[in-house]
């Protein structure tokens, strides 16, 4: 019989493993040495037993039915891997912030001694279109950028992190500290920037390549000038285009694979018999990779343009679009088909997002992630590395999110996602988001909106 058989089944072994690891963790603190944890098979025997109780439990997390040994298990692995973080340093310490972050998920511990594994760095919350599908087409409240001196303060968290994101509710390059950004983000992080591609210039694209950014995102959704301006309200879809493939022009002469370059395309009723034509665009521009999404409708005059009410033609056209990526070799990310089987569209039954992610706002708020805008903490009020986890990580709005989530007293925005990872593509609510300041929106007016001259 194997030692993890023997571990997993018998009672007093298990008690004995944790007695192990206790005096372990005890020895380690007195020497201020964590190698003897990680060298002990011990500590690796306990984590896993762990990590396989929980995943494999039927109910989400710890609760009061959680018998006392396991829950005295996780605890003691969660201040062993809590002491490692603190004490390594580099990849091992991702390795075991990862691993720490992967326990507290599945535990749905609400105060967390990990830190994030991926992050929005939101520039600015200021825009230079109104597309008619975006909410900054009747905001109302400030806008604001996020100040340069912000990269050394948040920097630090970025060591952690597997994935950082230049992106938020306005235009990224609106500001002018792009490259001081993408040179804070470490080298194993993956970075991201999300823009209209507006902005996009000669001297913009040499900055992005010769600053590593890993994966530039373009919202262009659509495939014609004439829908281009219907969506977004500006006569600009040359202009885009011949950057784009001016892009990867120049990352060819300078033999950069990076930045890997993603089309977007957000599927509505107005748009959606061009996504095949879009991602053969994306192929004439050398691009592989191509993401589309539906509509969420945040005001009552896109209402119509939701793809919810023209499911059948929606899943025809997506089809006809799978069947050109594949001949075109594109990489298409497609929604997911309205008739497709229930276990598709069904929403996921763990949410990672208030564990592994969290949304610096230019404004200095926190938000728990891309779609519940409801502020848990503000970074902007003194942030330092050595309280974020107090002060920010695990604020008392933090905690409670974690604590509710998937219960009758979760948040409006959970009970409603509309998150493409969480939401159940069958349900009206999961394509509709009615913000109530729409409801009295005014055209946009001539200065909120910056083009670049045609």
């Given at each position: 019989m194997s030692v993890v058989r023997i571990i997993k089944d018998s009672p007093i072994v298990q008690r004995w493993l944790l007695r192990q690891c206790r005096g372990l963790l005890d020895r380690a603190r007195a020497a201020g040495n964590f190698k003897l944890i990680t060298d002990a098979r011990a500590f690796y025997a306990l984590e896993r037993r762990v990590r396989e109780y929980l995943e494999?439990?039927?109910?989400?997390?710890?609760?009061e039915a959680t018998p006392p040994l396991e829950r005295d298990s996780f605890l003691l692995v969660r201040d062993m891997a809590d002491f490692l973080i603190r004490r390594t340093s580099g990849d091992e310490q991702r390795a075991h912030n990862r691993s720490l972050n992967r326990l507290e998920l599945l535990a749905k511990w609400p105060e967390l001694r990990s830190y994030p594994l991926r992050g929005y760095f939101e520039t600015t919350n200021r825009c230079n279109l109104r597309c008619r599908m975006c909410g900054q087409s009747f905001f109302?409240?400030?806008r604001v950028d996020m100040p340069r001196e912000a990269i050394a303060r948040i920097a630090p968290l970025f060591h952690f992190m597997d994935d950082v994101s230049i992106f938020g509710y306005g235009e990224a390059l609106l500001v002018d500290y792009i490259a001081d950004l993408l040179d804070a983000i470490p080298p194993h992080a993956n970075s991201w920037l999300v823009t209209n591609g507006i902005l996009l210039t000669p001297e913009r694209n040499r900055m992005l390549i010769a600053h590593g950014l890993k994966t530039l995102f373009i919202s262009i959704d659509a495939a014609s000038r004439e829908t281009y301006r219907f969506v977004r309200g500006a006569n600009s879809f040359e202009r885009v285009v011949s950057q784009v493939r001016d892009l990867q022009e120049r990352k060819r002469a300078l033999g950069s694979a990076t930045p890997r370059l993603t089309?977007?395309?957000?599927?509505?009723?107005?748009?959606?018999?061009?996504?095949?034509?879009?991602?053969?665009?994306?192929?004439?521009?050398?691009?592989?990779?191509?993401?589309?999404?539906?509509?969420?409708v945040y005001s009552e005059d896109m209402r119509e343009q939701s793809l919810f009410y023209d499911q059948a033609h929606a899943?025809?056209?997506?089809?006809?679009a799978l069947r050109v990526a594949r001949e075109e070799g594109v990489d298409l990310t497609a929604p997911i088909r309205f008739s497709a089987p229930v276990e598709r569209a069904v929403r996921k039954s763990r949410c990672a997002e208030p564990w592994e992610?969290?949304?610096?706002?230019?404004?200095?708020?926190?938000?728990?992630?891309?779609?519940?805008?409801d502020a848990v903490s503000r970074w902007a009020d003194g942030f330092r590395m050595e309280d974020f986890q107090s002060r920010i990580w695990n604020s008392a709005a933090y905690q409670e999110?974690?604590?509710?989530?998937?219960?009758?007293?979760?948040?409006?925005w959970c009970r409603g996602c509309i998150h493409v990872c969480y939401r159940d593509i069958r349900r009206e609510s999961?394509?509709?988001?009615?913000?109530?300041?729409?409801?009295?929106?005014?055209?946009?007016?001539?200065e909120d909106v910056c083009l670049p001259a045609e």
């Open positions: 494999q439990k039927p109910r989400w997390g710890m609760d109302r409240g400030d089309l977007t395309f957000v599927a509505m009723r107005c748009n959606i018999d061009e996504l095949p034509e879009f991602v053969r665009l994306a192929r004439r521009l050398g691009v592989d990779r191509v993401i589309a999404d539906y509509l969420v899943d025809r056209v997506i089809e006809e992610f969290i949304y610096f706002r230019a404004d200095g708020l926190v938000q728990p992630c891309c779609t519940n805008s999110l974690r604590r509710t989530l998937y219960t009758e007293r979760e948040s409006p999961s394509h509709l988001h009615i913000m109530p300041e729409s409801l009295d929106a005014r055209p946009a007016k001539a």
